[in-house]
C-alpha cells in the first residue's frame, strides 16, 4: 500500500506524455511546394489531426451501417474550396477531393463535394479556400491554401491547417464565370471567417445553418459544369424556396441558368431582384459587365446580358430620387499608371452614356470614376478569363433602397 501512490503517480505521468505525443501532429513545411505534393500534406495534417482528436479513436471513427449492420468509416464531404480574391469556388475542387480521398481512406471515407446525398450521410464537412501570397513571374506565384474540418452535427472544428503551393490554377467554375455579379457578399464572408477557425472554435452560425441550402447549389454548380442547365436550375429553384439565407448566390445560380436557357423574360425579372440582394448585403452591385484588354467598349459576346444589366440598374436608380450611383471603371495590371486609370475612366464613361439612353433621368444621379488597376480582385495582369474580372466596371449606391 505504501508504494500505490509512487506508481499512481508515475502512471498519471506516462499518461500525461501518451496524452501530449499523440495530440501533436507532423508540423507542415514552410517552404512552397507543387499543387499535387501541398494538397497531399494538406490532407495528411487533417487526417492526422482528427485521427488523434476525441473523434479518432476506433469507437468514434466509425459507424454501424443500418443496412449491412457491418462497421463503416465515419464520412467526409468537401464544402468547395473558394479562391479568396474571387470569392468563386474553383474548377480544381475536383482533383482537390480525389487527393484528399486517397490521402486519408484509412482513417475516413471523402464521399466526394457536398451536394445533397453526400452531405447526408457524412458525418463531418471539410471546407478550404486558396489566397495569392507571393507574385514571382520567375517562380510562378505562391498561394496559400487554408483547409478545416467541422462536425455537422455541432460545427465544432476538428482539425485546421494550410499550406504553401505554387502556380494553382484558380480558374472558377463554370456557373461562376458566366455569372452577373461578383459574390462577396455575406454568406462569403461567413465561409472565410469558419475556413480561418482553429480546432475547438465553432464555426460561424450563418455558415453551419446553411450548409442544406449550400449543398443544393453545389449540386446546381456540378450540373451546370456537364451543361445539364435544366436540372441545374431545378436544384437552384429548390434552394430559393428555403429561408435560410444564400439569396444572393440562389439568385446568381437561378440567373445565369436562365440566360443559358435563354429564358430571358424570366432572367430579366430575376436579375432585377439579384441587384437588390446585391445592394442590400454589399452596398454595390460588383457587376461582371468586362472588356477586353485595352477596351473601353464591353465584350460584344455578352452585349444582350449586358443590355439587362444597364437598363435594370438604371431603372433602379431613377426609381429613387435621393439615389446616387458610382460608375467605377477598372483595368487588368498591364501597361502604364496614366494609360490604365483614363481607360478606366472611359469605360465608366461608355457605361453611363449607354445607361442613359434607356433611362435619360439618371444622368444627374450618376458620377464616374476610374480606379486603372487600383483595386485589382485577382491582379496577375494575364490579361485573359482568370483575371478578366479586374476588366469590369462596378456600381456603387447611397440612398437607394426604400
Same mark, same amino acid.
Not at 128 to 140: A, N, Y
Not at 298 to 317: G, W
Given at each position: 500500500? &505504501?508504494?500505490?501512490?509512487?506508481?499512481?503517480?508515475?502512471?498519471?505521468? /506516462?499518461?500525461?506524455? *501518451?496524452?501530449?505525443?499523440?495530440?501533436?501532429?507532423? &508540423?507542415?513545411?514552410?517552404?512552397?511546394?507543387?499543387?499535387?505534393?501541398?494538397?497531399?500534406?494538406?490532407?495528411?495534417?487533417?487526417?492526422?489531426?482528427?485521427?488523434?482528436?476525441?473523434?479518432?479513436?476506433?469507437?468514434?471513427?466509425?459507424?454501424?451501417?443500418?443496412?449491412?449492420?457491418?462497421?463503416?468509416?465515419?464520412?467526409?464531404?468537401?464544402?468547395? *474550396?473558394? +479562391?479568396?480574391?474571387?470569392?468563386? &469556388?474553383?474548377?480544381?475542387?475536383?482533383?482537390?477531393?480525389?487527393?484528399?480521398?486517397?490521402?486519408?481512406?484509412?482513417?475516413?471515407?471523402?464521399?466526394?463535394?457536398?451536394?445533397?446525398?453526400?452531405?447526408?450521410?457524412?458525418?463531418?464537412?471539410?471546407?478550404?479556400?486558396?489566397?495569392?501570397?507571393?507574385?514571382?513571374?520567375?517562380?510562378?506565384?505562391?498561394?496559400?491554401?487554408?483547409?478545416?474540418?467541422?462536425?455537422?452535427?455541432?460545427?465544432?472544428?476538428?482539425?485546421?491547417?494550410?499550406?504553401?503551393?505554387?502556380?494553382? $490554377?484558380?480558374? &472558377?467554375?463554370?456557373?461562376?464565370?458566366?455569372?452577373?455579379?461578383?459574390? %462577396?457578399?455575406?454568406?462569403?464572408?461567413?465561409?472565410?471567417?469558419?475556413?480561418?477557425?482553429?480546432?475547438?472554435?465553432?464555426?460561424? #452560425?450563418?455558415?453551419?445553418?446553411?450548409?442544406?441550402? %449550400?449543398?443544393?447549389?453545389?449540386?446546381? $454548380?456540378?450540373?451546370?459544369? +456537364?451543361?445539364?442547365? #435544366?436540372?441545374?436550375?431545378?436544384?437552384?429553384?429548390?434552394?430559393?424556396?428555403?429561408?435560410?439565407?444564400?439569396?444572393?448566390?440562389?439568385?446568381?445560380?437561378?440567373? /445565369?441558368?436562365?440566360?443559358?436557357?435563354?429564358?430571358?423574360?424570366?432572367?430579366?425579372?430575376?436579375?432585377?431582384?439579384?441587384?437588390?440582394?446585391?445592394?442590400?448585403?454589399?452596398?454595390?452591385?460588383?457587376?461582371?459587365?468586362?472588356?477586353?484588354?485595352?477596351?473601353?467598349?464591353?465584350?460584344?459576346?455578352?452585349? /444582350?446580358?449586358?443590355?439587362?444589366?444597364? %437598363?435594370?440598374?438604371?431603372?433602379?436608380?431613377?426609381?429613387?430620387?435621393?439615389?446616387?450611383?458610382?460608375?467605377?471603371?477598372?483595368?487588368?495590371?498591364?501597361?502604364?499608371?496614366?494609360?490604365? +486609370?483614363?481607360?478606366?475612366?472611359?469605360?465608366?464613361?461608355?457605361? %453611363?452614356?449607354?445607361?442613359?439612353?434607356?433611362?435619360?433621368?439618371?444622368?444627374?444621379?450618376?458620377?464616374?470614376?476610374?480606379?486603372?488597376?487600383?483595386?485589382?480582385?485577382?491582379? /496577375?495582369?494575364? +490579361? $485573359?478569363?482568370?483575371?478578366?474580372? $479586374?476588366?469590369?466596371?462596378?456600381?456603387?449606391?447611397?440612398?437607394?433602397?426604400?
Amino acid at each position: 500500500m &505504501p508504494k500505490f501512490p509512487k506508481y499512481f503517480n508515475m502512471f498519471l505521468l /506516462t499518461m500525461t506524455v *501518451f496524452h501530449l505525443v499523440s495530440c501533436a501532429h507532423t &508540423p507542415i513545411p514552410n517552404r512552397s511546394m507543387d499543387f499535387e505534393e501541398g494538397i497531399k500534406v494538406l490532407a495528411a495534417s487533417l487526417g492526422e489531426q482528427l485521427e488523434k482528436s476525441s473523434i479518432g479513436n476506433l469507437l468514434n471513427k466509425v459507424v454501424i451501417n443500418p443496412m449491412t449492420k457491418r462497421k463503416q468509416l465515419k464520412k467526409i464531404v468537401i464544402d468547395p *474550396f473558394i +479562391d479568396v480574391e474571387s470569392g468563386y &469556388p474553383v474548377k480544381a475542387n475536383v482533383r482537390i477531393a480525389e487527393i484528399m480521398s486517397e490521402e486519408i481512406k484509412m482513417r475516413f471515407e471523402v464521399t466526394g463535394q457536398m451536394e445533397p446525398d453526400n452531405l447526408e450521410v457524412s458525418e463531418y464537412v471539410l471546407n478550404g479556400m486558396v489566397t495569392l501570397e507571393e507574385k514571382s513571374k520567375k517562380r510562378g506565384n505562391v498561394y496559400k491554401v487554408f483547409a478545416t474540418v467541422l462536425e455537422k452535427s455541432s460545427g465544432k472544428v476538428l482539425a485546421s491547417a494550410s499550406v504553401r503551393v505554387n502556380r494553382f $490554377d484558380t480558374t &472558377p467554375k463554370d456557373i461562376y464565370k458566366d455569372s452577373p455579379v461578383y459574390l %462577396k457578399g455575406k454568406s462569403y464572408e461567413q465561409y472565410a471567417s469558419s475556413v480561418k477557425k482553429q480546432p475547438n472554435e465553432t464555426v460561424e #452560425k450563418d455558415y453551419h445553418d446553411t450548409l442544406t441550402v %449550400k449543398s443544393m447549389t453545389v449540386k446546381g $454548380d456540378m450540373l451546370y459544369e +456537364d451543361k445539364e442547365y #435544366k436540372k441545374s436550375l431545378s436544384y437552384y429553384s429548390q434552394a430559393a424556396k428555403s429561408q435560410n439565407g444564400l439569396q444572393l448566390e440562389v439568385l446568381n445560380g437561378q440567373f /445565369t441558368n436562365l440566360v443559358k436557357q435563354n429564358q430571358w423574360e424570366d432572367a430579366e425579372s430575376v436579375y432585377a431582384q439579384l441587384i437588390r440582394a446585391s445592394i442590400a448585403e454589399t452596398s454595390q452591385i460588383s457587376s461582371k459587365i468586362t472588356f477586353a484588354p485595352n477596351s473601353v467598349v464591353p465584350l460584344e459576346s455578352k452585349a /444582350t446580358l449586358y443590355n439587362i444589366y444597364m %437598363k435594370e440598374i438604371a431603372k433602379l436608380v431613377a426609381a429613387v430620387p435621393e439615389c446616387r450611383i458610382k460608375i467605377i471603371g477598372h483595368s487588368s495590371r498591364t501597361g502604364q499608371v496614366a494609360y490604365n +486609370d483614363n481607360l478606366s475612366l472611359q469605360r465608366s464613361l461608355w457605361i %453611363k452614356k449607354q445607361m442613359a439612353s434607356y433611362v435619360p433621368e439618371i444622368i444627374n444621379q450618376t458620377e464616374t470614376i476610374g480606379r486603372g488597376f487600383r483595386e485589382n480582385i485577382v491582379g /496577375t495582369g494575364k +490579361d $485573359d478569363i482568370t483575371d478578366e474580372i $479586374d476588366r469590369r466596371v462596378e456600381f456603387k449606391f447611397s440612398h437607394c433602397m426604400r
